[in-house]
């Protein structure tokens, strides 16, 4: 497996998460998304990393789990609370904060 | 060599200090100790003073400067923190500090019912510093600082009842008054400083006989810039307006500031540049020729008063008057000396005014007094006193000053036959509107049954008798004053030549003046009811003070209120507000239309987001 065809691979799912984040309505969906479009860029940083011969790379991609983790915890709680509240989940009703 | 002088500063200083921070928290006592005994100390210090410049040579008295430290150190301009200690600054201080000591004991009893006692004296001690300020100053700098300070004391003591809309409207019309007077003390400190590199006393008189010729256009600049001052803080014409309206502050007040040493401050500008002043003959002319006026004037404008402290505020620009005719015709220590006899004697009237009106519970209408001798004995003989200085009765210490004044403004150099016969008429009122007062208040019938008049306590009697007594024997003095301010005033003692005839007319005038009010209101009502329908379009244009006040509202007050509306209206509301109005409106139609892109539509941004990396990566990759 060579190093284009993980490139290949990366901007597949990237663009699955990205498609998936702009059409679906469903926060939890979305969010799913966005791992996606994370961990796609995380394989190009490990793919680069061996191609280089470098460790930065997968420094880079530990630290890049490690925020999306944190970042997974606020943004479900934040779902969480949406749904106690509103008792509904869809992302084109939640508009409150518009200018 | 008298570096004590400073004391005369600071304690007042601390007195006023101590009373605006702690004074609503001691009692009425330690308020009112507090506040005399800073100006009695005061007082003690200048005659500490006064010995020292008696024991030394009369050629080492003047230009006795104590230099604190340099203030401002310039390339072209030096300013150093110093006091001047000379004949003339400590004749002052002895006035000042002395009397208002007096005054200070006096409105420990006359305030005592005052809530606000403490401000009251806290007030009176930053007044005796300013004007200690003001007559210390070693430089024009400090002058225009003491200068500006008086008038912002007699501004929140004329405006010390803050209920009374009357006071506050008084204590600010005095307060502009006096500040086009600053305004012209600091452009005539400016040209100074334009002529002469320098604005120290020592400096520009020693400086100015060899840069200017008699009535050069500059020097008659400065003197008339200065004049400008003297005349708004004395209430001269035409700047005399606000001296009346200034008597809404408590009596101890128009006695300290606005009868013995505030309003002589133009009396004493003058003398302390009599240098400069000597220099511009013209300007003299011009001083003595509006004192003797500003005395005709208001004179003629207190003959008809009703309100006990409104007579002799008028009197007191009669007065006034007198001392700059004095300065006028060029014999300084003459109108000093009146300075000096007016202050006790003007102070006493008002003391004895503030009596009356205390006994009688703020009475001041001189038609519902009367019959007071009796209940009020002391007032009564104190204030028979003072009005007998004040009319120059032979041997009392009016008649030495007040009469050497007439003297001189016809045997000075720069005196004449008119000064005289104004000066003698001027006199004949003084004697008229005097005693028609004392006949109001002390004699006939009492006008209000209801009041129980009665003698004041003794804090406010002891200081009378005091100023009674100096009214009376201070005459004496004059050769001595004139021998003892001679040094300031280039060595010149003033000697008017003796003519029995000249002093026996001015005597009699005076006297005539007397009896003239004996005859008006002692003896016949049906005589004054006839004066007043003869002369009545005279008596009513001195009743309404020659329609001075209306001739500057119609003229001055009017017109800016106009232009104030004018400007309002167009300038403010059409011209500054619209425009501001207009940038702000269209600032907020612009965000309103561009606020439709925040939608709170997370797959708005989303899109947004995305679509811009996408135009980023082309932008990158195809340009």
Redesign the interface.
């Known amino acids: 497996m060579g190093t284009t065809f993980i490139l290949f691979l990366s901007a597949s799912i990237f663009s699955i998460g ?1 498609i998936g ?2 059409i679906r ?1 469903n926060p939890l969906v ?1 969010f799913m998304c966005v791992e996606l479009m994370l961990n796609a860029v995380n394989l190009v940083l490990v793919a680069y990393s061996k191609f280089l011969q470098s460790m930065d790379g997968q420094v880079f991609a530990l630290i890049i789990m490690t925020v999306a983790a944190a970042e997974v915890v606020v943004g479900l709680a934040i779902i969480l609370t949406i749904f106690r509240t509103r008792h509904e989940l869809n ?2 009703h ?6 | 060599m008298y570096p004590h002088a400073w004391l005369i500063l600071i304690l007042p200083m601390l007195g006023f200090i101590f009373l605006s921070w702690y004074g609503k928290r001691v009692s009425k006592t330690v308020a009112g100790f507090i506040g005399c005994a800073t100006i009695g100390v005061a007082f003690l210090i200048t005659l500490t003073l006064l010995a020292g410049l008696l024991i030394s040579d009369p050629a080492e008295r003047v230009g006795n400067v104590q230099v604190a430290y340099s203030w401002l150190n310039m390339q072209t301009f030096h300013l150093d923190l110093a006091i001047l200690v000379d004949p003339l600054s400590v004749f002052m201080l002895l006035v000042i500090t002395g009397v208002g000591f007096l005054i200070h004991v006096y409105s420990v009893g006359y305030m005592s019912e005052d809530p606000e006692y403490a401000r009251f004296f806290s007030y009176m001690n930053f007044f005796i510093f300013s004007m200690s300020l003001l007559v210390l100053a070693a430089d024009f700098f400090f002058l225009i600082v003491g200068w500006a300070m008086v008038g912002l004391a007699s501004y929140l003591l004329i405006g010390f009842w803050t209920h009374k809309t009357s006071a506050v409207l008084a204590a600010r019309k005095a307060f502009v008054m006096n500040v086009i007077g600053d305004v012209g003390m600091v452009i005539a400190a400016f040209m100074i400083y334009d002529h002469f590199g320098s604005i120290s006393y020592a400096e520009v008189f020693s400086a100015a006989p060899a840069k200017f010729m008699a009535n050069d256009v500059d020097i008659l600049l400065i003197t008339l810039f200065l004049l400008v001052g003297a005349f708004a803080k004395s209430a001269q014409i035409p700047l005399h307006t606000w001296l009346p309206d200034a008597m809404e502050g408590p009596t101890p007040v128009s006695a300290l500031i606005h009868a013995a040493t505030m309003v002589t401050a133009g009396v004493y500008l003058i003398a302390r540049c009599n240098v400069l002043y000597m220099l511009a003959p013209y300007t003299l002319f011009l001083i003595a020729s509006v004192g003797v006026l500003t005395a005709l004037f208001a004179g003629a404008m207190g003959m008809v008063q009703y309100d006990i402290k409104r007579v002799i505020a008028y009197s007191t620009m009669s007065q006034l008057g007198y001392m700059f005719l004095a300065v006028g015709v060029g014999v300084f220590s003459v109108g000093m000396f009146h300075l000096m006899t007016h202050a006790f004697f003007k102070a006493l009237l008002f003391l004895g005014a503030g009596s009356v009106i205390h006994s009688l519970h703020e009475e001041q209408d001189i038609r519902k007094m009367g019959g007071l001798a009796r209940p009020m004995p002391i007032t009564f003989a104190t204030f028979l006193i003072a009005s007998l200085a004040l009319t120059a009765f032979p041997l009392t210490a009016g008649f030495y000053s007040k009469d050497a004044i007439i003297m001189h403004s016809y045997f000075s150099e720069y005196g004449n036959f008119v000064f005289w016969g104004l000066a003698l008429l001027g006199a004949g009122m003084t004697g008229f509107y005097t005693f028609r007062l004392f006949f109001y208040t002390f004699l006939g019938k009492s006008r209000s049954p209801e009041a129980h008049p009665h003698e004041s306590p003794w804090v406010m009697v002891v200081p009378l008798m005091i100023l009674a007594f100096l009214s009376l024997f201070a005459g004496h003095l004059a050769g001595w004053v004139n021998e003892f301010l001679a040094p300031v005033f280039g060595g010149h003692v003033p000697h008017a030549p003796h003519d029995s005839i000249m002093e026996a007319t001015a005597i009699t005038v005076s006297l005539l003046g007397i009896v003239s009010a004996i005859g008006l209101y002692l003896t016949g009502k049906n005589q004054l009811e006839f004066v007043k329908t003869v002369g009545a379009p005279l008596y009513d244009l001195m009743l309404n003070k020659f329609y001075i006040d209306e001739l500057y509202n119609f003229f001055i007050t009017k017109p800016m209120r106009v232009i104030g509306k004018f400007f309002e209206q167009r300038a403010e509301r059409e011209g500054i507000d619209f425009a501001i109005d207009m940038v702000g409106d269209q600032v907020r139609e612009v965000s309103r239309q561009i ?9 708005w941004y ?2 947004n987001t ?1 679509a811009g990396l996408i135009l980023v990566l082309v932008f990158v990759i195809f340009l």
């Open positions: 990205a984040f702009l309505k979305m992302v084109d939640i508009d409150v904060l518009k200018g | 606020s439709v892109l925040q939608s709170g539509k997370v797959r989303a899109f995305v």
